[in-house]
């Protein structure tokens, strides 16, 4: 008995999510069809220009402005950000400032370091990390 092994593909949108770029400003190639794990680890360790290009200038997707501002997806919502933002655009919100962000700094900070001390507190118990 031979074993076959199929190829598992995903679709456009989990790839975008998987490179962390914004599907609708991929090509109509990327968007139309199905991409193989294969391709998907190929698009990681040699991306093509229109993949680099997307990474360094965006637009980038909700999640990634949100990391490149130092807060929450949920913090950009209630900064009244919901589209997808170009590099220039986020650099732009840095060097502003706004109150909301600032605001939402404070408080991605506070989380970070309740996390840490809850971590710390399990290690002092001994609780085992959970998996």
């Keep these: 008995m031979t074993s076959h092994q199929s190829t598992q593909t995903m679709k456009p949108a989990t790839a975008a999510k998987k490179l962390g770029v914004y599907l609708e400003a991929t090509p109509a190639e990327f968007q139309e069809g199905v991409v193989s794990r294969t391709e998907l680890a190929a698009l990681q360790t040699d991306p093509p220009e229109w993949l680099r290009e997307l990474r360094r200038n965006g637009p980038h997707p909700r999640p990634v402005v949100a990391a490149k501002l130092g807060i929450s997806i949920s913090g950009l919502a209630r900064g009244g950000i919901t589209d ?48």
């Design 84 to 131: 997808p933002l170009t590099t220039e655009q986020i650099d732009a919100l840095k060097a502003e400032s706004p109150e909301w962000l600032v605001r939402e700094r404070a408080v991605q900070a506070e989380v970070r370091k309740e996390a840490v001390r809850i971590k710390e507190k399990k290690a002092e118990r001994g609780d085992q990390p959970r998996a």
